[in-house]
């Protein structure tokens, strides 16, 4: 009978254990269900069969034995080689904020050993140390998420440490969505009655009026061509959306840098059909005919598609960032005159002009969307019109035009009741004596 291990202690060692009495280590060593061989080491017995347990139950769980020491950047690798079903721009986004925030950092960290608790502590770096808004550590959150989840499918780990790290962050941090306000009526019709009447401006008025009469988000309509609209029927063709994006991942032969290109559109239900107002109509033909003075023509082809509308006068396609510096000298200038405007009128006693807030193309599409809440349009057709696949979309602007339009509506009673008390005689005192 052969004689059984044993320690300095005289300690019966088990199958796969061994002590080293060099340095007074012990190691276990055991073969994975590919046959692959392994070895662990502990200071002590009690550490060393901790370990042997957790190797049994993941043994038992199929977990693979490398899972100790993968790191979170290893499967961030694997996920990018094998990630597919997204648009070039959402992977290439995704990538950018991993490797921007995550890579030198929490994704050095061996999956194993990460917790829930390290996800909501590096979360909440993010917040209160980098100062990063809710929307992009929910970016980057989607990520993490997915890699923790591919981890799990390839039985590196047992669960996902994220799962609802964020939801619980939201709370803690009181993270809420930024609201996007609308422009009020008198603000809309300031805003296109300035471009307007202003020469250095003018030739804004179509693109502007288009954006804030059919709530197009702006790589839908930068990206629109003179064959998705029908005029004389008057009904536009939301097919696909130019988009602007860093090129980070460059291919053999591809040159990094910026480049427009042409992407279905944001959801499935943003592929739609939108009547044509009279001033939008109107304001294609304005574009038409300014082209046609000005002897501008499009120029450029962007993935077979060409004949844009909305071009600059190089006969380029518009960047959203042109089209958001536009906005801010219109209202710079706006504002400006309104000041000084408002001056004159306050000693004359008269209504003085409104003030325009600062805000962006994706505001125009916030302003048309509260339009026709405000004018009780069906919640569904505008949830159509504006291509929303969640129907909560559509029901946070209704809930906020409709709070909107309660105060105005009190604001309005309450100066009335005003009025009608500042017209009836005071009742005369009663003597009790």
Not at 420 to 426: L, N, P, R
């Amino acid at each position: 009978m052969a004689k059984k291990r044993q320690d300095k202690n005289r300690t019966v060692l088990r199958s796969g254990e061994m002590y080293r009495e060099s340095d007074g280590r012990y190691s276990y060593r055991w073969t994975d269900s590919t046959g692959k061989r392994h070895e662990t080491y502990a200071k002590s017995l009690e550490v060393l069969r901790k370990k042997e347990s957790k190797i049994a139950k993941d043994i038992a769980d199929d977990i693979k034995a490398e899972a100790q020491s993968i790191t979170l950047n290893q499967i961030y690798k694997i996920w990018k080689d094998v990630k597919r079903g997204l648009k070039n721009t959402t992977f290439q986004n995704y990538c950018y904020m991993y490797d921007t925030f995550v890579f030198d950092s929490f994704g050095k960290k061996r999956i194993a050993a990460i917790k829930k608790s390290d996800v909501k502590r590096f979360y909440n770096t993010l917040a209160e140390e980098r100062e990063l808004s809710a929307s992009t550590i929910d970016s980057i959150h989607t990520v993490i998420h997915q890699l923790f989840g591919l981890a799990v499918e390839d039985n590196y780990i047992r669960a996902n440490p994220s799962d609802d790290a964020l939801r619980e962050l939201k709370k803690a941090q009181e993270f809420s969505s930024e609201k996007r306000y609308a422009l009020t009526q008198d603000q809309e019709k300031a805003f296109l009655e300035f471009i307007q009447k202003k020469p250095k401006y003018r030739h804004w008025y179509p693109v502007f009026a288009v954006m804030i009469s059919t709530g197009l988000r702006v790589g839908e309509i930068t990206g629109l061509r003179w064959q998705d609209i029908d005029l004389e029927n008057g009904v536009i063709d939301v097919n696909h959306t130019l988009v602007y994006y860093s090129h980070r991942i460059v291919k053999p032969g591809e040159k990094k840098g910026c480049y427009f290109a042409i992407n279905s559109t944001k959801t499935p239900a943003s592929k739609r059909k939108i009547p044509m107002l009279d001033s939008v109509k109107q304001a294609f033909l304005m574009e038409k005919q300014y082209q046609r003075e000005a002897e501008i023509k499009c120029q450029v082809t962007i993935d077979g598609y060409t004949d844009f509308i909305f071009v600059n006068r190089f006969g380029n396609t518009q960047h959203q960032g042109t089209l958001n510096k536009a906005i801010r000298r219109i209202v710079r200038d706006y504002n400006m005159e309104a000041v000084e405007e408002n001056v004159k009128r306050k000693k004359r006693g008269s209504k003085e002009m409104v003030m325009l807030p600062s805000f962006s193309c994706h505001s125009l599409r916030h302003t048309f969307a509260t339009r026709m809440c405000e004018k009780g349009v069906n919640i569904k057709v505008i949830q159509d019109v504006m291509g929303h696949t969640d129907i909560s979309t559509t029901m946070n602007i209704y809930t906020d035009a409709t709070k909107d339009l309660k105060t105005q509506a009190f604001n309005i009673l309450n100066e009335e009741l005003k009025k009608g008390a500042d017209t009836v005689e005071a009742p005369t005192p009663i003597d009790v004596n």
